[in-house]
């Protein structure tokens, strides 16, 4: 049996931290009026996305996967289609995102946000194309997915670039009381 150590409570601790943040900003997104049943601007992705600019790749992926289904039990969505397809849409838009800042390309906070939102709806609707619909005319969508994707990155992005100093002040804090966590990832 494994023994807890202060390290793992601490990386715990900050894991769980930032997943109750997202779950927060997921579930409070689901309040806002949406113009189509589908259509999420992922304001839960601003914490991935700093997590992700702070090189804590780990961590931005437990947290990605966990608001998705913290958020989805806590939303009453949690066995519903719609859970699977955010789930692969996390996934896809995850790895893209990592691989594009880990070859530094170049972009920013928002093109990174962009870049995953695209990815995520691109993600989405092949799943749904592989689980709920099979018809190939469900990729006619796609062109819309993608101007929905740069639309909603950027506003997440744009939020994200916002918060990022409030995020810098946590990451700080975590430094400066838990040495080992600021400097391993």
Known sequence: MS???KNNKDKIIIIAFFTAFAATLYLAENLIPRPLPF???GLANIVVLILLFQKKTGIAFIVGISKT???GFLSGTLFNPSTVFSLVGTLGS???MIFFLKFHIGFSL???SILGA???NICQIFSVRLIL???DSIYYLIPMLIIIGLVTGFVTGYFANMLKPFFDSIFQLIDKNIQPIGKSE
């Open 3 to 5: 023994k807890i150590t």
């Open 39 to 41: 259509l999420k601007f």
């Open 69 to 71: 289904i913290i958020g």
């Open 94 to 96: 995850l790895l893209v």
């Open 110 to 112: 928002i093109g990174i």
């Open 118 to 120: 695209v990815t995520h």
């Open 133 to 135: 619909i099979r018809d």
